[in-house]
């Protein structure tokens, strides 16, 4: 066979013979024409083949187009298909099927044409036109088979597939087919054993190990699921598919660790940023801060959302104007601007810098409201509002809130809270926590409020059922423990309610001078 070389040295003296026939007297462009009609057809097909192998796609079509032969009509739906021009390419196949010339290719393409278009029964019915046709064409019915998949023919590609079976030396790409139609049809012992013969046939055969691996992992079996990723990995051992498939095991799992090992390995081989902040995810879920700030801070380019777990990773470490520093720039209108603003919000009050904690609420509020989005805004104003005295601007938030929705459980217990913690409308107040409590019953902060109302209401003993529920799912929050401390004592247990005020007064960051006081009443 001659190489592309000799071929291209064959056109040029091609070439250069027909330009030295021309008469001299000839004007160029009549030359032009004159050489245009007498180049032979032979001559330019091996033009249009030469621009079609060096990927002159343009060039080759134009050449191709003007040569009257089934093989350039061949040329040219090949040519447009490559350049996914379906319905050009499909024009010109129905063309060569219709001329019965080269129809066992054009049959082959169109199949591929409808595949491509997504007209999957049409690529169907011309494959098996060809499948009976040329029955130990093993890769024309691996195509089939595959095609049956597509529609969820399961059952039709396995016995497509078992036909074949025994007619080649290496069958691990039929038996790899063959197991993804049992998985379709949930037949999960065929799918193994297939993927094992598959392996047994060719011991390098990656996918079949990433395979048999999740047709474990579907089979609640992890330990064999392991053992096969691990056994890719002693074949691979920088195999970016079998990593990925380990730590998503154990993180399914809840082998956290683990999986964080697995993509420090991963990210060695491959540092891309979103393995990074896979890392950085389950390094903050496994609260190894130090290590996703240096996750963080060694990404090439921080994106808004990067920008937000950077911030929680200095408040973690209670750097908390690095964390500010780091979501300065993110807009409220990010992916993640409901979060940002609440974070904040809750770095300014660690801060101990109130007033700007209510602006920031504020100024959220107001966006957010209208768009229907974070009512968490509106929740935590409505609170710092009430932490800061300002009561009757809390209330008109919680109004708000229950404007846009009469159920709202954390706008209902808001109000309900104000008024137990004044001693009005207690009647509407329990009515209106409960109906919060039917649909947050394991709140702690709604059971706070259901005992307090309680407690104003004189139903102590009722009231401390209420309050020991809060404080079993939440016994870190002062007041809480300053709301147990009343009700104890107006039970007569000043003893056990001394030990709440100064559990209140150990948790809270400045205690008020009325958790003093009280403290102070019952060591006298």
């Not at 990723?229 to 990593?243: D, H, T």
């Not at 799992?253 to 995810?281: E, F, S």
């Not at 940002?340 to 100024?363: F, H, N, P």
């Not at 809480?480 to 003893?495: P, Y």
Request: glycine share 6%.
């Amino acid at each position: 066979m001659r190489t592309q070389r000799s071929i291209n040295l064959t056109l040029s003296l091609a070439l250069l013979v027909l330009s030295l026939a021309g008469c001299a007297h000839v004007t160029p462009e009549a030359d032009a024409v004159s050489g245009e009609r007498a180049m032979s057809p032979y001559l330019r097909l091996m033009l249009a083949r030469n621009e079609e192998n060096q990927g002159n796609w343009a060039e080759a079509l134009e050449l191709y187009g003007k040569i009257d032969d089934p093989y350039a009509l061949l040329a040219q739906a090949r040519i447009t298909f490559i350049l996914n021009q379906p319905d050009t390419a499909l024009a010109f196949v129905d063309r060569l099927i219709a001329s019965k010339s080269y129809t066992d290719e054009a049959l082959e393409l169109r199949t591929k044409i409808y595949a491509r278009k997504g007209d999957w029964e049409q690529a169907i019915r011309d494959t098996e036109v060809l499948a009976k046709k040329y029955p130990d064409n093993i890769q024309l019915m691996l195509f089939l088979a595959n095609l049956k998949i597509i529609v969820t023919d399961y059952k039709g590609a396995e016995k497509t597939l078992r036909g074949i079976l025994g007619k080649e030396d290496d069958e691990s790409m039929i038996l790899y087919t063959l197991a993804k139609a049992c998985l379709g049809s949930k037949d999960y012992a065929c799918a193994r054993e297939s993927l094992r013969k598959a392996i047994d046939g060719n011991p390098k055969f990656g996918p079949a190990y990433l395979d048999l691996g999740k047709t474990y992992e579907l089979t609640k079996n992890p330990k064999k699921a392991e053992a096969t990723y691990r056994k890719l990995l002693e074949i691979e051992p920088y195999s970016v598919e079998a990593l990925i498939s380990l730590t998503d095991l154990y993180i399914s799992t809840k082998r956290y660790g683990k999986a964080i090992d697995q993509l420090i390995k991963l990210k060695g081989i491959n540092d891309d940023d979103q393995i990074v902040r896979r890392l950085v995810l389950l390094q903050l879920q496994e609260s190894r801060y130090e290590d996703a700030l240096a996750s963080l801070t060694g990404m090439k380019e921080l994106t808004d959302d990067d920008c937000y777990y950077l911030a929680i990773t200095y408040a973690k470490l209670e750097r908390f104007e690095d964390a500010l520093d780091a979501i300065s720039e993110v807009p409220i209108t990010s992916r993640l601007g409901c979060e940002t603003v609440m974070l904040r919000a809750s770095l300014l009050k660690d801060l101990g810098r109130q007033e700007e904690v209510i602006r920031e609420l504020s100024s959220a509020w107001e966006y957010f409201f209208t768009r229907g989005s974070c009512m968490e805004a509106g929740y935590q104003l409505a609170t710092e509002y009430d932490t800061a005295g300002r009561r009757a601007e809390g209330m008109e938030v919680a109004r708000k809130l229950l404007e846009k929705n009469p159920r709202d459980p954390v706008a209902l217990n808001l109000v309900g809270y104000v008024w137990a913690d004044q001693g009005i409308n207690l009647s509407k107040a329990n009515r209106m926590i409960r109906s919060a409590l039917k649909s947050r019953p394991d709140d702690p902060y709604i059971l706070d409020s259901m005992a307090w109302v309680l407690h104003r209401q004189g139903k102590h003993a009722e009231a401390y059922s209420y309050i020991r529920k809060a404080l079993k799912k939440l016994d870190s929050d002062p007041t809480i423990h300053e709301h147990t401390g009343d009700i104890l004592k107006a039970m007569g247990r000043k003893k056990k309610a001394l030990e709440h005020y100064r559990k209140a007064s150990s948790l809270s960051k400045s205690p008020r001078d009325g958790l003093k006081g009280k403290i102070q009443e019952l060591l006298r």
